[in-house]
């Protein structure tokens, strides 16, 4: 159990420190448009590759935390990466983090937890019906369709939103698509025990691929866009809940329904709408300062003008 603890705290810094990495080597990209060539540009960078290494091995620690706990530990304690987030911006920026902007983290991160430990889905089959699979990756497709729309004004003649909002709605869309991801590396878990051969034969390998590069994409988008504190709620909050609810539909799987647990799962929403409303109000929304002292140690942002 102490194991699981520290390797999901492990877990939960690689992830949070990923995302600040990958920040500083695409903050001044701000893609008008969805830009297939940004990762070309973002492999590049010292910085970005950090962050995408620091991303796998945060990915590594949870699947290996997951052994030595139950995921009624180990999700909770990933929702401390919001916390860590912020930990880094009052670190390497000069824009001071102020008490309203850690009461919002904190209520979002213990939301997010409140909801995985009060819910906690059980049961289900280990494959999902094709027609489902179709369902679920059709509403997630369109669910980005629409999100990509707002950000950048597809198909409205307009610019698209403002930086702030921008991130925010290409974060909301980048943690639903992790969500599908998660449940296709589900379908896919359960092939591995049949080899090399099982994994290759079956469609859930392709998908991973094909999907988790787009998501790649879109959370690239999503860091370029704005402020990391745009972005970065819809990642911690929208994957694990996207997640599962498609533990429910795909899988059948059951979430606790006991008044008790009800009430605290409602609690659980309550502040994270708490959490976002406050730090949609925060003026770490408005941007960022350039970054100081990962510079120091040889990680270099692009600083050109804007």
């Known amino acids: ?6 390797l999901a705290l492990a877990a939960s810094l690689c992830t949070a420190t990923s995302s600040v990495c990958q920040r500083l080597g ?8 969805l830009d297939v060539s940004l990762l070309f540009r973002l492999v590049r960078r010292p910085i970005w590759l950090t962050g995408l290494a620091s991303m796998i091995l945060g990915f590594i620690l ?11 530990l180990v ?8 916390l860590f987030v ?3 911006m009052a670190l390497i920026g000069s824009r001071r983090v102020q008490r309203r902007d850690w009461l919002a983290a904190v209520a979002m991160s213990l939301g997010l937890g409140l909801f995985l430990l009060a819910a906690l889905p059980t049961g289900g089959r280990l494959h999902a019906p094709a027609l489902l699979w179709w369902l679920a990756g059709l509403a997630t497709f369109g669910v980005v369709l629409v999100g990509l729309a707002v950000a950048f004004g597809i198909g409205t003649g307009r610019q698209g939103a403002r930086p702030s909002r921008r991130a925010a709605v290409l974060g909301a869309v980048t943690g639903i698509s992790w969500g599908f991801v998660a449940a296709v590396i589900k379908e896919l878990s359960s092939h591995l025990s049949g080899g090399l051969g099982a994994i290759l034969s079956n469609w859930s390998f392709y998908v ?5 590069a787009a998501t790649l994409l879109l959370a690239s988008h999503a860091l370029a866009a704005g402020p990391l504190a ?4 819809g990642f911690t909050i929208l994957d694990p809940l996207s997640a599962s609810l498609l533990g429910v539909f795909l899988f059948g799987e059951h979430l606790r329904s006991a008044p008790l647990y009800l009430a605290g799962e409602a609690l659980a929403l309550a502040l994270i709408v708490a959490g976002v409303s406050a730090l949609s109000h925060s003026h ?10 990962l510079e120091q140690y040889g990680f270099q942002a692009d600083t050109a003008p804007r």
């Open 208 to 212: 991973l691929i094909g999907v988790g």
């Open 284 to 293: 770490l929304i408005a941007g960022e300062p350039e970054p100081g002292v």
């Open 26 to 33: 695409a903050k001044n990209e701000e893609p008008a448009n």
């Open 230 to 233: 745009a972005s970065q709620p």
């Open 86 to 88: 912020f930990g880094y």
């Open 62 to 72: 949870q699947v290996t935390a997951l052994r030595f706990g139950p995921l009624a």
């Open 75 to 82: 999700q909770p304690i990933l929702a401390l990466e919001l």
């Open 1 to 6: 159990m102490d194991k699981a603890i520290v």
